[in-house]
């Protein structure tokens, strides 16, 4: 069983910048995915950023150009950075780790209990 502990979050005006943490408890699978989602009040979640174990990065239209998604397999830890944040950019964001074993065929999918960022204008 693998934990994600989120930090980071907070509130700041638009235009400023945060950076986001997620750090797994324990270690996980080579082949993984770690990612950020996010959910705004009466809103579905959706996905912020992805980084995979293979070095792809892949990003929603709204946040690129704006936010930078990094990762450091020693920590187990994946970063979010954003800048240039807008007021709807406020939502709650959650870490995301999927792994897989060598061999296997099963994904395992872990959530964080997330972070509350507001942007206030």
């Known amino acids: 069983q693998v934990q994600l502990v989120e930090s980071g979050g907070g509130l700041v005006q638009a235009g400023e910048s945060l950076r986001l943490s997620c750090t797994a408890s324990?270690?996980?699978?080579?082949?993984?995915?770690m990612g950020w989602y996010r959910q705004a009040p009466g809103k579905e979640r959706e996905l912020v950023a992805t980084?995979?174990?293979?070095?792809?990065?892949d990003y929603a239209d709204s946040v690129k150009g704006r936010f930078t998604i990094s990762r450091d397999n020693a920590k187990n830890t994946v970063y979010l950075q954003m800048n240039s944040l807008k007021p709807e950019d406020t939502a709650v964001y959650y870490c995301?780790?999927?792994?897989?074993?060598?061999?296997?065929?099963?994904?395992?999918?872990?959530w964080g209990q997330g972070t509350q960022v507001t942007v206030s204008s």
């Open positions: 324990g270690s996980i699978f080579i082949s993984n995915v």
């Open positions: 980084s995979t174990s293979g070095g792809s990065t």
């Open positions: 995301r780790v999927e792994t897989k074993k060598i061999g296997g065929s099963s994904w395992y999918r872990y």
